[in-house]
Structures are given as structure tokens and as C-alpha cells.
């Protein structure tokens, strides 16, 4: 049993099954590994506590790259939203897109629309 459990830690801890199997073998497998020795156990219970430790290190880190990620968004968005209004605005005080259209609206001949609408 010893030989089995320590398989099937190994095959985990290498990702080639997944907890639910682990778990599934473990409940499986439940009578024989109580036999086990008393040290057994507690080095099988030592090696899970660490790995899940060190998946809570992992999740926690994963998730302060997601909230960097989301910042560097956020400040992205409203850099290019300023950089869109100041561009507008600076068009419109030098006379181009402003102008333009308050002198004499929209620059569509006759022609052009019932080219469009035919």
C-alpha cells in the first residue's frame, strides 16, 4: 500500500492525475491506508499541507498579477480616453474640426447624396 499511495502522490504532484482522482483513490483505498504506520500518514499529511500551501502562495500571486493587469487597463483606457479629448479640443482651438463645421456644417454635395441614395 505503501508502494500504491506513494504512486499515486507522485502521479499528482506530476500532474498526470488530477485531486478528484487522488481523492477517488484515497476513499477507494481508505481501510488499507489506515494500516498504514502512524509516521506513514504523517508524512503523506505533512507533503499535502505543504502543497496546499504552495498552491495558496500560487493563487495568491495569481491574483495580484490579475489586479496589476486590471490597474495597467484601467490607467491604459483613461490615458487614451484623456489622449482622444485633448486631441479633439486642441483640433477644435486651431481652427480644424471646429471650424469647419460651425462655418459651414456638413460638406455633402448634392450630387453625393443621390449617388448615395439610388
Known sequence: ??????????????????????KAFLREHRDE???LPQTDLKLVADWM????DRLDG???AERANLEN?????????????KGV??????AIRL????????RSGPHFSDRAISYHLT
Open 33 to 35: 491506508i489506515d494500516q
Open 95 to 102: 481652427g480644424g474640426l471646429g471650424a469647419t463645421a460651425s
Open 58 to 60: 500560487e493563487n495568491r
Open 69 to 81: 493587469i486590471r490597474i495597467l487597463t484601467d490607467a491604459w483606457a483613461d490615458a487614451h480616453g
Open 49 to 52: 499541507n505543504a502543497r496546499s
Open 1 to 22: 500500500m505503501r508502494l500504491k499511495l506513494a504512486q499515486a502522490i507522485k502521479a499528482y504532484n506530476d500532474n498526470d492525475i488530477t485531486l478528484s482522482d487522488l
Open 85 to 90: 479629448t485633448e486631441g479633439l479640443e486642441r
